[in-house]
């Protein structure tokens, strides 16, 4: 778009059947337009729904473009970003790396229906970096390995019952799809319109940070290791050490679902962190470099379960997808120790210059630091604290993060649009760049209060 103002990207314009090369007037691209008219085709004009603006109001900028640290939208608009695809582009948006494996991988065929040599390298390299994942089996997408891994516990178990966290997120699989009660251990009820209640009739949600006393019914414990979905939530000292004991007597399986986590925190992910071993990892995000990809990887003698070896079916015509499987290794190439160093330092840096814009603007508001990820939590109900479960992460000032959202956006810097998102610091955010951040919100914010 840059430089051709006033004429339009052939591959933006909104002009139906529009393929010239200049094309003035009417079909310039522009995110109102762009919305309105994928609304009338796609359902709320998006692909995932946390994509919408329903929470925040307004229209969705849509994008154009991304290198690195930064978007920009089909008006030419930069933005800073700090959604970096809910955190899947660890590297930054087109890194060169990543853009060479998929362009090399691309002109080798796009998907075989055969295995390849690269799905191999992936598992090693996954198993090597993460311990309890002795094995590992590659899907589409992170919502596929957390329905995967709760067909695999139950049916290693021979069990049905599943126990989830409040406000723990799983993706979009009906048996985790289940809404709790506040507070109290309640058995799940759907989540969801379409979700019948028996396919949540076996899920129970807990409170998160509490160890429940487990009955020996459970087929498997599934949780994130550290929240990212309800803002930001650490596990308490001995919560995720007391699943673990509670699995082991009861012979339930514990399951991490590190799909934001996993190759986030470290390369080792959360549970190395932590220094607690689950039976089973669920994977996404991070792996794919940005590409549809998920995996569940364990136990050998679980994951030995899985057909055609074992009694547990799991098949995906694209699943261990060759294009994927080169940006997942790509990213892993790329990734050592020294990089959560970095990214650790950054988040920290990204949670101060956000600090300091809400204080100058007297916006109450916490940056929780767990190594390399961010949240946000908005309002004063906390008198200051971080949030450590559900019920403390939904007192977030819901309207104050959408006014703070607008003054981001309308500044230049791109956050998620919900108010229990992380922010994602990749490595591409350098200090100018937080830095930048900083000065945008520091405006954006102060202007605000000042109107
Ligand atoms: C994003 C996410 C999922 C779902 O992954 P998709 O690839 O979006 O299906 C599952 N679990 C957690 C913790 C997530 O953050």
Redesign the pocket.
């Known amino acids: 778009m840059s430089g051709s103002i006033g004429f339009c990207d052939p591959t933006t314009c909104v002009a139906a059947g529009c393929d010239a090369v200049v094309c003035v007037g009417k079909g310039i691209a522009s995110n109102e337009r762009i919305f309105n008219r994928s609304a009338q085709v796609i359902p709320g004009g998006v692909n995932s729904s946390i994509r919408a603006f329903k929470a925040v109001g307004g229209t969705p900028y849509i994008v154009s473009r991304a290198t690195g640290a930064h978007v920009w939208d089909v008006e030419g608009r930069e933005l800073v970003d700090l959604v970096q695809s809910?955190g899947a582009v660890i590297l930054g948006h087109a890194h060169p790396a990543i853009v060479a494996a998929i362009s090399a991988a691309a002109v080798d065929g796009t998907s075989y229906g055969a295995p390849t040599a690269r799905e191999m390298k992936l598992a090693e390299a996954i198993s090597e970096r993460v311990p309890s994942c002795e094995m590992v089996r590659f899907m589409n997408?992170?919502?596929?390995a957390?329905s995967t891994a709760v067909r695999l516990a139950r049916g290693s178990t021979g069990r049905d019952k599943i126990v989830t966290f409040h406000g723990?997120?799983?993706?979009?699989t009906d048996a985790l799809l289940a809404a709790g009660g506040s507070g109290v251990a309640t058995l799940g009820l759907p989540g969801t319109a379409g979700v019948p209640k028996e396919a949540v009739a076996n899920t129970w949600v807990l409170p998160y940070n509490e160890v429940p006393a487990l009955e020996s019914d459970v087929a498997a414990v599934i949780v994130?290791p550290v929240a990212?979905?309800m803002g930001l939530v650490p596990p308490a000292p001995g919560f995720l050490e007391g699943l673990r004991a509670e699995c082991d007597r009861v012979g339930a399986l514990l399951v991490f679902?590190e799909?934001?986590t996993g190759f986030r925190l470290g390369l080792g992910g959360a549970q190395a962190k932590v220094d607690v071993r689950p039976d089973l990892t669920?994977f996404?995000?991070v792996i794919g470099g940005g590409l549809p990809i998920?995996a569940v990887g364990g136990r050998r003698d679980i994951m030995s379960n899985l057909s055609p070896i074992g009694a547990v079916f799991h098949a995906g015509t694209l699943a261990g997808n060759p294009i994927a499987t080169a940006a997942g290794l790509a990213v892993l190439n790329e990734l050592n120790a020294d990089s959560y160093m970095e990214l650790s330092a950054r988040a920290r840096r990204l949670s101060a210059v956000l600090r300091d814009a809400c204080a100058a603007a007297h916006v109450p508001a916490q940056f929780p630091v767990f190594g390399t990820l961010v949240g946000m939590h908005f309002g004063s109900a906390l008198n200051g604290r971080a949030p450590s479960n559900f019920d403390e992460a939904k007192s977030t000032d819901e309207r104050l993060f959408a006014r703070v959202f607008h003054a981001a956006l309308s500044h230049g810097v791109a956050l998620a649009p919900g108010a229990y998102e992380a922010l994602f610091v990749g490595l591409a955010h350098t200090d100018e760049v937080i830095d930048k951040i900083g000065e945008r919100m520091m405006t954006a914010l102060t202007s605000a209060a000042r109107s």
Do not use: M, Q, R
């Open positions: 809910y997408s992170g919502t596929e957390t723990n997120f799983h993706g979009a994130e990212a979905n679902d799909v934001i669920c996404g995000k998920g």
